[in-house]
């Protein structure tokens, strides 16, 4: 987990969250994060894409999951 400092309301607020980190495609990138944002609890998540290179064993059973 972490801790999460930001501001809401004009007053500094102060949150444990989790960090999750999810593998996937390119193009399930939209659906992904439709989703994430359907089943979200806060109104404004964060939602970070970072753009990666896989080894190829590893992209080749992505693919085929």
């Known amino acids: 987990g ?8 004009g007053a500094l607020q102060e949150a444990q ?8 495609l390119p193009q399930l990138l939209d659906d992904l994060h439709k989703c994430l944002k359907q089943y979200h609890p806060y109104k404004t998540p964060a939602i970070i894409t970072l753009d990666a ?3 190829d064993s590893f992209y ?6």
């Open 17 to 24: 969250e989790i960090v999750v980190i999810i593998k996937s």
């Open 53 to 55: 290179k896989a080894n």
């Open 2 to 9: 972490m801790t999460a400092f930001y501001e809401d309301g």
């Open 60 to 65: 080749n059973w992505l693919c085929r999951a």
